[in-house]
């Protein structure tokens, strides 16, 4: 394994309890499964967008997403990690309302397919 790259169970040994919400995530999701994905890259931009969330809007069929910049730049991360050659099928991140989203806005899911 590259030394970049970092399995759920030590990164979750890593991170401080009030951080850790994603991780146990992350964890459940690869349970008996070695990850390929740069999950360290990953939480920071679930972390970056849980600062300053996005706000998902829909109207006359039409898919809106409002947010600043740094926001926009968290997307793009995961996006670019979704689009790496070490993913997996069935890789996804889920993006909530409350936390990575505006609490107006609906549930996000970025998903291989």
Known sequence: M?????TAERLL???????????????????GKVPTMNYDLAIM???GLARAPLTIDTKDGAVVIRGPAASFKELARL???MGGADTQPD??????????LTSASPQMTLRLG
């Open 91 to 100: 890789d996804s991140f889920e993006l909530q309302p409350g936390r990575h």
């Open 79 to 81: 996006c670019l990690l």
């Open 2 to 6: 590259c030394a970049d790259r970092i």
């Open 45 to 47: 931009a679930l972390d």
């Open 13 to 31: 040994a890593q991170r401080t309890p009030a951080r850790s919400s994603a991780v146990f995530a992350a964890k459940d999701k690869f349970e």
